[in-house]
């Protein structure tokens, strides 16, 4: 096996490169980092520049690839090319702006609150989940918008920008629900019936025991 993903089964921004790869059908081997150990730390620290997860290895090609949006971009070109990120410049700008608007706009408040519980004071929590909860309403706003031409994925065929899309939504949804917003709603429904992110959500299902916020996950998916 030439290709390894280090992640975890329960991490938004693995399932992202996970649906990629299920989506190329790519062959590789997934290695569970475990965050509470040590050796795992260097491990993932010696891999990407923040020590953050997850990380792609291509033995054959000798090459260790980082973050998420550029992982997919290394499959997608590995595959042949063409089928999870664009070849037009113009389609790939768009799906690029939209992925960086799941990977930051919501993946970076669904995060602010779940590490608010796991990590700052108590007293902190409720000002920074409410901050978190207002920058979701924004960019779920921004979605329904885009998602209003009736278009079926977030810029042009399923790609990329979907990829990101699966889990910041699951996560986010969870945490402060989009159900008001219908077309996102239509939306996410149809993520979760890809048979790529239905497939990521089944294999992180035994892992959802450690979601500090695990009694809000609406029972479809436990
Ligand atoms: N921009 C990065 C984000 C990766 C990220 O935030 N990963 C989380 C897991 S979902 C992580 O490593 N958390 C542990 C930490 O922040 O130390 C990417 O796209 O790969």
Redesign the pocket.
């Known amino acids: 096996m030439t290709l390894i993903l280090y992640g ?1 089964p329960l ?4 399932h992202k490169v996970l649906v990629a790869m299920y989506e190329l059908a790519t062959p590789f081997e997934f290695r569970r980092l475990d ?1 509470s150990q040590a050796a795992d730390r260097e491990l993932i620290a010696g891999l ?1 520049p923040m ?4 990380a792609l290895r291509d033995e054959a090609a000798g090459v260790t690839v ?4 550029v992982i997919v971009g290394y499959l997608d070109a590995r595959a042949g090319g063409g089928r999870l990120m664009p070849r037009d410049p113009a389609a790939l700008r768009e799906a690029q702006v939209w992925d960086r608007v799941f ?1 930051m706009h919501v993946q970076g408040p669904m ?1 602010s609150i779940v590490d608010a519980r796991l990590f700052m004071d108590p007293s902190a929590e409720p000002g920074v989940t409410a901050y978190a909860r207002g920058q979701l309403d924004r960019v779920y706003a921004a979605l329904e918008r885009r998602l209003g031409d009736g278009r079926n994925w977030i810029a042009g065929d399923f790609g990329l920008a979907d990829c990101a899309g699966l889990p910041a939504l699951f996560y986010a949804g969870i945490l402060h629900p989009f159900a008001a917003h219908p077309r996102l709603s239509a939306y996410f429904d149809r993520l979760v019936a890809r048979p790529s992110a239905a497939r990521v959500l089944a294999e992180a299902r035994p892992s959802f025991d450690l979601f500090p916020f695990r009694d809000m996950i609406p029972a479809r998916f436990r």
Request: charge should be negative; charged fraction near 20%.
């Open positions: 975890h991490s938004s921004f693995t965050p990407t020590g953050k997860f997850p980082a973050e998420t949006s990977d995060q």
